[in-house]
């Protein structure tokens, strides 16, 4: 079983930063793959970033929609995960969640939310224009 909680969401104005961290429980976590996902309202979850585990040497792809603004990184130590958020925009709002996948295939990705062992329960992202 492996647990996940998010922290670091509010309110922020367009243009802003913000970092999204997830602390996360269980044994291997350096072997997890560990994704960002969002949902908005009305809107399905979709997905923002994920880092593979050390099997796939720590691997970092992004959504087109936040790549070049958004960072996900990880320090398998501390069991966390990071999102660094810049350059915000209001339709980057959104609750934002971490996932965990416990088996990683070397040179797979890894897109979709059931594709995902493991859930938090969200923090909200809220971007003001």
Same mark, same amino acid.
Request: some cysteine.
């Given at each position: %079983?492996? %647990?996940?909680?998010?922290? $670091?969401? !509010?309110?922020?104005?367009? !243009?802003?930063?913000?970092?999204?961290?997830?602390?996360? *429980?269980?044994?291997?976590? *350096?072997?997890?793959?560990?994704?960002?996902?969002?949902?908005? /309202? !009305?809107? @399905?979850? @979709?997905?923002?970033?994920?880092? *593979?585990?050390?099997?796939?040497? !720590?691997?970092?792809?992004?959504?087109?929609?936040?790549? $070049? +603004?958004?960072?996900?990184? +990880?320090?398998?130590?501390?069991?966390? &995960?990071?999102? %660094?958020?810049?350059?915000?925009? /209001?339709?980057?709002?959104? &609750?934002?969640?971490?996932?965990?996948?416990?088996?990683?295939?070397?040179?797979?990705?890894?897109?979709?939310?059931? @594709?995902?062992?493991?859930?938090?329960?969200?923090?909200?992202?809220?971007?003001?224009?």
């Amino acid at each position: %079983q492996v %647990q996940l909680v998010e922290s $670091g969401g !509010g309110l922020v104005q367009a !243009g802003d930063s913000l970092r999204l961290s997830c602390a996360a *429980s269980g044994r291997a976590f *350096s072997s997890y793959v560990m994704g960002w996902f969002r949902q908005a /309202p !009305g809107k @399905e979850r @979709e997905f923002v970033a994920a880092i *593979s585990g050390s099997w796939s040497s !720590g691997r970092v792809y992004y959504a087109d929609s936040v790549k $070049g +603004r958004f960072t996900c990184s +990880r320090d398998n130590a501390k069991k966390t &995960v990071y999102l %660094q958020m810049n350059s915000l925009k /209001p339709e980057d709002t959104a &609750v934002y969640y971490c996932a965990a996948r416990t088996r990683d295939y070397r040179n797979n990705y890894y897109y979709t939310s059931s @594709e995902y062992d493991y859930w938090g329960q969200g923090t909200q992202v809220t971007v003001s224009s």
